[in-house]
């Protein structure tokens, strides 16, 4: 059964200055190689709460789905890392559901 994958990145730093452009463009050129297609949209602010010591948070993000035949968990972990490396982040949102046909 097919999969839609959804990532959620930020589109700023924490100090709410906007990310460089390439970092989303790279996303989704690699989203559009490995899976042939994809949807974007913006969410409105996500607020979240952090560690007591870093406090409330509230950032603008962008998500990315794509659907897929087979959930590959190897390589959507790998991924995930990669992405928390390439935006610094410590937890990029990487969730999936099975679609259900009718």
């Known amino acids: 059964m097919p999969h839609v994958i959804q990532l959620l990145l930020p589109l700023c730093a924490f100090d709410q200055k906007p990310l460089p452009q390439d970092l989303h463009a790279k ?39 794509v659907v897929a035949w087979e959930f590959d968990e190897v390589w959507w972990s790998g991924y995930r890392h990669a992405l928390e490396r390439r935006f610094d982040r410590r937890d990029v949102v990487v969730r999936a559901r099975t679609m259900q046909w009718r």
Request: a neutral charge; glycine letters at 10%.
């Open 27 to 65: 996303v989704k050129a690699e989203l559009m190689q490995k899976f042939g297609g994809l949807t974007t949209y913006s969410r409105p602010p996500i607020h979240g709460q952090e560690p007591p010591m870093v406090g409330k948070v509230q950032e603008d993000r962008v998500a990315y789905e």
